[in-house]
């Protein structure tokens, strides 16, 4: 199982990107799947993350600008990241926990993504 990270870049500080993790291999079921980040010099945080039923949750920081959603049909999550800071310029990674496996023969793993780097600029 892998997931592949998409969609960073240089962006000016107010603008947008949207990010893509898309999951592949002997996956059965993914249970959830969060976006987290790590800014140079600082350890990585949880940005977003959505769980089976579409329930979220959010950074205070990123509250009101970041939106998570996920494509079960793909096995894909997204992160919209709108009204971007300088502070949001971090290597971003997408995780999931999931059951990999037949089904006679099912296993529990955590799986991260290689990470994407997104920077903002004032």
């Known amino acids: 199982v892998q997931l592949v990270e998409s969609g960073g870049g240089l962006v000016q500080a107010g603008g947008s990107l949207r990010l893509s993790c898309a999951a592949s291999g002997s996956i059965f079921r993914i249970n959830d799947m969060g976006w987290y980040r790590q800014a140079p010099g600082k350890q990585r945080e949880l940005v977003a993350h959505i769980i089976s039923g579409d329930t979220t949750n959010y950074a205070d920081s990123v509250k009101g600008r970041f939106t998570i959603s996920r494509d079960n049909a793909k096995n894909t999550v997204y992160l919209q990241m709108n009204s971007l800071k300088p502070e949001d310029t971090a290597v971003y990674y997408c995780?999931?926990?999931?059951?990999?496996?037949?089904?006679?023969?099912?296993?529990?793993?955590?799986?991260w993504g290689q990470g994407t780097l997104v920077t903002v600029s004032s």
């Open positions: 995780n999931a926990h999931l059951a990999e496996g037949p089904i006679w023969r099912l296993r529990s793993l955590e799986v």
